[in-house]
Nanobody, 121 residues
Framework: QLQLVESGGGSVQAGGSLTLSCAAS????????MGWFRQAPGKEREEVAV???????TYADFVKGRFTSRKDDDDNILYLKMNSLEVDDTAMYSC???????????????WGQGTQVTVSP
């Protein structure tokens, strides 16, 4: 089992920055594929960034150049640095883990409770 706890969300004006953290505990190891997802009210959950066991990261087009994700395998923390935030970035952000390491959406079986990000005009 793996437990994930996000933090760092909050309210910010457009153009501002936030850094989210996702602390993992339990059966931690560097072989997981980790991901950040978000869901806005009335919308489907969407993938924001996925980072594989080798720390290669894939970003959604709508965050490229603005968001950066990295993981600290020593401290078992996943980060999402968000710059140039836009009103449309308002959502509940969650981290998730795929224990197979394949980075397949359906394999993300461990989820945190999420942290709310609200961006105002």
């Amino acid at each position: 089992q793996l437990q994930l706890v996000e933090s760092g969300g909050g309210s910010v004006q457009a153009g501002g920055s936030l850094t989210l953290s996702c602390a993992a505990s339990g059966n931690t190891h560097s072989g997981y594929c980790m991901g950040w997802f978000r869901q806005a009210p009335g919308k489907e959950r969407e993938e924001v960034a996925v980072i594989d066991s080798g720390s290669s990261t894939t970003y959604a087009d709508f965050v490229k150049g603005r968001f950066t994700s990295r993981k600290d395998d020593d401290d078992n923390i996943l980060y999402l640095k968000m710059n140039s935030l836009e009103v449309d970035d308002t959502a509940m952000y969650s981290c998730a883990a795929d224990p197979t390491g394949l980075c397949v959406r359906s394999r993300f079986v461990y989820w945190g409770q999420g942290t709310q990000v609200t961006v105002s005009p």
